[in-house]
C-alpha cells in the first residue's frame, strides 16, 4: 500500500500565500518524480508543479515566478509555498507520486482564494 499524506490548504484574499505539504510512505520501489496538481470546478485536472529525484522542477505557466515545488532530504516529502494567489488558483488540490507506471493520489486539499 502506498499512501499520501496532505496538509495545508485552506481559505486565503488575494495576494496572500500558502504552503502545501506532503508525506509518502508505504511500499514505494522507485520515486522517480512528485508533483501537485488540481482541479477547478468545471475544468480538468491539470499540472501545476513536478520535481525529480534529482530536484529538477517544472512548472505550469499559470503558476511560474509565484509558486515554489521543493522535496525533503529524503525524497519521501513534497511541499509547495504558493506566493500572491489569484481567485483563478482555487481547486482541490492534489499530491501525486510516481512510481515507475504507476501514479498515487493523495485525497485532496481545498485551496480557496477569496475577497
Known amino acids: 500500500q502506498v499512501r499520501l499524506a496532505e496538509s495545508g490548504g485552506g481559505l486565503v484574499q488575494p ?3 500558502l504552503r502545501l505539504s506532503c508525506a509518502a ?3 514505494i520501489f522507485s520515486i522517480n ?3 501537485w496538481y488540481r482541479q477547478a ?3 480538468q485536472r491539470e499540472l501545476v ?3 525529480t529525484s ?3 522542477t517544472n512548472y ?3 503558476v511560474k515566478g509565484r509558486f515554489t515545488i521543493s522535496r525533503n532530504n529524503a525524497g519521501n516529502a513534497v511541499y509547495l509555498q504558493m506566493n500572491n494567489l489569484k481567485p483563478e488558483d482555487t481547486a482541490v488540490y492534489y499530491c501525486n507520486l510516481e512510481v515507475l507506471s504507476d501514479n498515487y493520489w493523495g485525497r485532496g486539499t481545498q485551496v480557496t482564494v477569496s475577497s
Request: no cysteine; proline share 5%; glycine share 28%.
Open 15 to 17: 495576494g496572500g500565500s
Open 25 to 27: 510512505s508505504g511500499s
Open 33 to 35: 518524480t512528485m508533483g
Open 41 to 43: 470546478p468545471g475544468k
Open 49 to 51: 508543479a513536478r520535481i
Open 54 to 56: 534529482g530536484r529538477s
Open 60 to 62: 505550469a505557466d499559470s
